[in-house]
């Protein structure tokens, strides 16, 4: 009998949305997946390594580890109005010599702000420090480091903890690109076969359009693992990063892929990645 299929995704609520029919046995032929739940920077970690058969990574991680795994056309996260934000505790701070969390150096968040920051911060900063997200807004609003760049469902929270807004990374980037912004991709193990992916990726987008016709289904799989989340907000969440990318990344999709990993490869941020290499 064969293995079963190792998945990894985040608790999020887009994540656990995304797979809760495939993982509930609710596809029609699916095969049952094995999963466990990571927070991307652990994923990205594990697509480096070679472990999982597939996984919710950074497209900032993607040009590592593309000889290996396969991107994956639907299930990640692309949008519009849904870039990482720049925080501090007081509006207008100068970054210049500053110290800002990051929650990866592998992610895409990371990425966009780099390239943000070549134009908006042309002093440099003193410092970057690796936080993990959920530490990096308790830190800014400490004084531990001067700014924080957050993910997730931070855009919606910040201001409990009193800090502002300096810049949205995704709205620098689409006023400059017009394209959607890539934040998570889905990848999956070549070696799985041309024909094996091909019907993992249908089994996602399957899964993606049961969680649309009927969100009641998967609201307690989603509650359960959004970490003391407000139900609210893990809708805002839902609903922010769970759109047409999900189900097809399209052509404006891979357009928003490729600017961004080109752009990230001529400021010497990531190793070039041949466009080829984005499909199986």
Not at 104 to 128: D, H, M, Q
Not at 137 to 163: K, W
Not at 254 to 275: D, K, N, Q
Request: proline share 8%; net charge negative.
């Amino acid at each position: 009998m064969a293995e079963p299929l190792r998945i990894a995704y985040s608790p999020c609520p887009n994540d656990t949305f995304v797979f809760h029919a495939w993982t509930h046995g609710l596809v029609p032929g699916a095969e049952a997946p094995e999963v466990e739940f990571a927070d991307i920077d652990i994923t990205n970690g594990l697509a480096e390594r070679g472990e999982g058969d597939l996984l919710k990574i950074s497209y900032g991680q993607l040009p590592w580890v593309l000889d290996e795994y396969a991107l994956l056309p639907c299930g990640g996260a692309l949008g519009r109005g849904c870039g990482p934000l720049v925080l501090a505790r007081e509006p207008g701070t100068d970054l210049t010599g500053g110290t800002v969390a990051v929650p990866s150096e592998r992610s895409t968040a990371y990425l966009l702000f780099r390239l943000w920051a070549a134009k908006a911060v042309p002093g440099g900063f003193g410092k970057i420090v690796v936080l993990p997200f959920h530490e990096i807004m308790p830190a800014v609003r400490d004084g531990r480091v001067d700014a924080g760049l957050v993910i997730h469902e931070a855009r919606f929270t910040y201001r409990q903890y009193g800090l502002h807004q300096l810049a949205d990374m995704g709205e620098a980037w689409e006023q400059d690109t017009g394209l959607p912004i890539p934040l998570g991709a889905i990848v999956a193990r070549r070696s799985l076969g041309a024909e094996r992916l091909q019907q993992i990726a249908e089994t996602i987008r399957s899964s993606v359009r049961m969680a649309w016709d009927d969100p009641a289904a998967s609201r307690p799989y989603v509650l359960a693992h959004a970490q003391e989340m407000d139900p609210a907000v893990a809708d805002q969440h839902i609903d922010l990063y769970v759109n047409e990318y999900t189900a097809d990344l399209g052509e404006a999709g891979y357009a928003a892929v490729r600017a961004l990993l080109t752009r990230a490869a001529e400021e010497g941020l990531v190793p070039p990645v041949a466009p080829a290499a984005l499909t199986f």
